[in-house]
Nanobody
Framework: QVQLVESGGGLVQAGGSLRLSCAASGSIFSISRMGWYRQAPGKQRELVAGIASGGTTTYADSVKGRFTISRDNAKNTVTMYLQMNSLKPEDTAVYYC??????????WGQGTQVTVSS
């Protein structure tokens, strides 16, 4: 099992910045990939950014150059971050942390609201 705790959402004006955090604990040795997804009202959940165990990153075209995903490996926890700069109203959504263990077992965080005002 993997436990996920998200933090860092909030309300920000367009052009501002926020940093999301996702702390993973439990069976972290078996994590192969981590990522951030978001879901806006009336839309499907979409991948925003992902990071593999080796550090390779991927980004949705809509956030390239503005968002940065990173991870910090400690002894008993792995913390993933999403630095979001130059935020736009269309970035407004609930952001979810996602972890994939070996065997393609997925875990989701509780979600954190990001609201960008124009």
């Amino acid at each position: 099992q993997v436990q996920l705790v998200e933090s860092g959402g909030g309300l920000v004006q367009a052009g501002g910045s926020l940093r999301l955090s996702c702390a993973a604990s439990g069976s972290i040795f078996s994590i192969s990939r981590m990522g951030w997804y978001r879901q806006a009202p009336g839309k499907q959940r979409e991948l925003v950014a992902g990071i593999a165990s080796g550090g390779t990153t991927t980004y949705a075209d809509s956030v390239k150059g503005r968002f940065t995903i990173s991870r910090d490996n400690a002894k008993n926890t792995v913390t993933m971050y999403l630095q979001m700069n130059s935020l736009k109203p269309e970035d407004t959504a609930v952001y979810y942390c996602n972890v994939i263990r070996i065997g393609e077992i997925r875990y989701w965080g509780q979600g954190t609201q990001v609201t960008v005002s124009s």
